[in-house]
């Protein structure tokens, strides 16, 4: 994963306090970056993948 706040990647599966216990919340399924602390989304990781792929399209059909 890569943090969305400093850029930083990771791999989330090997973190041992992720989610609720990095930052009190309770049931929530963020993921703290190691390196600044930032609550990731999984959830939205996904939506701006989309996003971007979308962003690009646009872009090959406004150069052409």
């Known amino acids: 994963m890569k943090c969305r706040m400093c850029g930083f990647e990771f791999d989330e599966t090997k973190i041992e306090n992720r989610g609720c216990?990095?930052?009190g919340k309770h049931g929530c399924n963020s993921i703290h970056c190691p390196n600044c602390g930032f609550?990731?989304?999984?959830?939205?990781?996904q939506e701006f993948k989309?996003?971007?792929?979308?962003?690009?399209?646009?872009?090959?059909?406004?150069?052409?």
């Open 50 to 64: 989309f996003i971007e792929k979308l962003k690009n399209k646009i872009r090959k059909k406004a150069t052409n």
């Open 39 to 45: 609550a990731n989304s999984p959830e939205l990781d």
């Open 21 to 23: 216990v990095s930052c």
